[in-house]
Each structure stands twice: as C-alpha cells, then as structure tokens.
C-alpha cells in the first residue's frame, strides 16, 4: 500500500483527543484503548498533534496493547519522530483482518 495516511491519522486523533477530554471512559471504549491511554491521548497538546502529520501509514489498525499506545503519545509528545517510526514498524506485522467474525 503507498498511500499517504497522514491528514486521516491526523483528524481522527484529533477527534478522538477532543472525545478523550470530555470523556474518556467513551473514548477508552470507542478506540479499544485503557482509560489511562485515552487519558493520555487526551492530554495531547496540538503541538504533539501536529506531530501526527508526519506520519504516513495508517494509525486506524486495530493495535490497542497498552505498551504501543502509551509509547505513541509519549514518543509525539516529546518529538522523538524515530521512535514513532520504529513503532509504526512494529504495526507492519499486524493483519487487519484478524479472521475473527463479530
């Protein structure tokens, strides 16, 4: 897939940043992550959003381990783009499609 992500990432975080603030139980639920990351998440400034823009592949897999949420916002929050690199890495080997039915 070469498709740029970036603006969807982008508007879905905030989204769901916005979400997280005015509540993060429903925004925990809705994105599959603990309340402490959607606490995190909402906790985000638009400076670490912006940070969202470089990257390229898409955050809409479905990965809701706590570790690779909590290292995301922490990895955006302080600009450290290889670490957030390395971890979209570490996506590449999630299937979207797990074979489970709902």
């Not at 508007?11 to 916005?18: A, N, P």
Request: hydrophobic share 45%; aromatic share 8%.
């Amino acid at each position: 897939m070469n498709f740029d992500f970036s603006q969807v990432n982008l508007q879905y975080l905030i989204q769901t940043s916005q979400l997280a603030q005015q509540d993060t139980v429903l925004a925990a639920t809705m994105t599959g992550m603990p309340d402490d990351m959607a606490c995190l998440l909402g906790s985000l400034t638009p400076g670490d959003l912006a940070r969202v823009s470089l990257i390229k592949p898409p955050l809409l897999i479905p990965n809701n381990a706590p570790w690779w949420w909590s290292r995301l916002f922490a990895a955006l929050r302080e600009g450290r783009m290889k670490e957030v690199d390395t971890l979209l890495e570490q996506t590449a080997s999630i299937t979207l499609y797990n074979g489970e039915h709902a």
